[in-house]
C-alpha cells in the first residue's frame, strides 16, 4: 500500500513563501497537491507524473506555484510564491497508479493534510 507523508505547512504573511514536500511509499505514477476548506470540496492544484514529468497546474495559482520531483527519492515539492490570503487551507498530497489531474476522484492515496494560513 502506498504511504504518503506531507510537511512544510505553517503560518506566513501575505507575499511570502513555503515549500511543501510530500514522501511516498510504493509505486506511483502521478501526484499532486490538493487543498481544501471546512466544508468545501477539495480542490486540485498542482499534479505531474513521476516518469516523464508532465504537469498541470491551477489557474487559480497562476505561477505563483510550482510542482517538482526529486529525481533521487520519491518525493514531490509544491513550491508556493506570493502566498494570498486565499491560498489559506489544508493542502493534501495525493497520488494514484493511472492518470493524472486535477479532480480528486482521480487518487487513491492521500496524505495526512498540512495546514498553510496566510495572513493579511
Known amino acids: 500500500q502506498v504511504q504518503l507523508v506531507e510537511s512544510g505547512g505553517g503560518s506566513v504573511q501575505a507575499g511570502g513563501s513555503l515549500r511543501l514536500s510530500c514522501a511516498a511509499s510504493?509505486?506511483?505514477?502521478?501526484m499532486a497537491w490538493f487543498r481544501q476548506l471546512p466544508g468545501e470540496e477539495r480542490e486540485g492544484v498542482a499534479a505531474m507524473t513521476t516518469v516523464g514529468g508532465s504537469k498541470w497546474t491551477d489557474a487559480s495559482v497562476n505561477g505563483r506555484f510550482t510542482i517538482s520531483k526529486d529525481n533521487a527519492k520519491d518525493t514531490v515539492y509544491l513550491e508556493m510564491n506570493n502566498l494570498k490570503p486565499e491560498d489559506t487551507a489544508m493542502y493534501y498530497c495525493?497520488?494514484?497508479?493511472?492518470?493524472?489531474?486535477?479532480?480528486?476522484?482521480?487518487?487513491?492515496?492521500w496524505g495526512q493534510g498540512t495546514q498553510v494560513t496566510v495572513s493579511s
Open positions: 510504493g509505486q506511483i505514477y502521478c
Open positions: 495525493a497520488a494514484t497508479y493511472r492518470g493524472c489531474t486535477l479532480r480528486a476522484s482521480s487518487y487513491k492515496f
